[in-house]
């Protein structure tokens, strides 16, 4: 052993805090049949996000997630400064033709969500914003979207 080592070593300033248990979730399995192919959810009960004890959890899971990443906001913002500077941040997608439109979205820096056009397949033709979307069906949307 080096004695050199242990001595070029600091102490602990403090003691470390007891460590804070992780929730657990309960398990409430919930049978689901579609096309004949059974599957078994346990934690279905959590899909609705306004009843008490959901929000109970989510507030503890909350808890327990910021007592560890405690101390990390630091290297995360770092983190996050890197990969916003690797990622095309103002793009066009493809446009793809669909019943005499052309579909296409864009995204802007600075927004999370890209907003999605269509314009007639004609020279010269605007761009229509996508508020057409909500009156279309929910199989044109999905398709077009790639949402619910």
Excluded at 8 to 20: F, G, L, R, Y
Excluded at 91 to 100: A, C, H, I
Excluded at 112 to 129: G, I
Aim: proline share 7%; aromatic share 8%.
């Amino acid at each position: 052993m080096n004695s050199e080592a242990n001595a070029n070593t600091p102490a602990p300033t403090s003691t470390p805090a007891a460590p804070i248990t992780p929730p657990i979730a309960r398990l409430h399995p919930v049978e689901h049949v579609i096309h004949n192919d059974r599957r078994i959810d346990p934690y279905n009960w959590l899909h609705d996000k306004q009843t008490p004890e959901v929000l109970s959890y989510l507030i503890a899971e909350n808890a327990y997630t910021d007592s560890v990443l405690g101390g990390t906001e630091a290297l995360q913002e770092k983190l996050y400064q890197e990969m916003l500077g690797r990622i095309q941040q103002t793009d066009l997608s493809v446009p793809y033709l669909l019943r005499g439109y052309l579909y296409f979205s864009r995204t802007e820096e600075g927004k999370q969500y890209s907003v999605h056009f269509r314009k007639r397949d004609a020279e010269n033709s605007a761009d229509e914003l996508g508020a057409w979307l909500r009156r279309c069906g929910p199989g044109l949307r999905r398709t077009i979207s790639g949402s619910t």
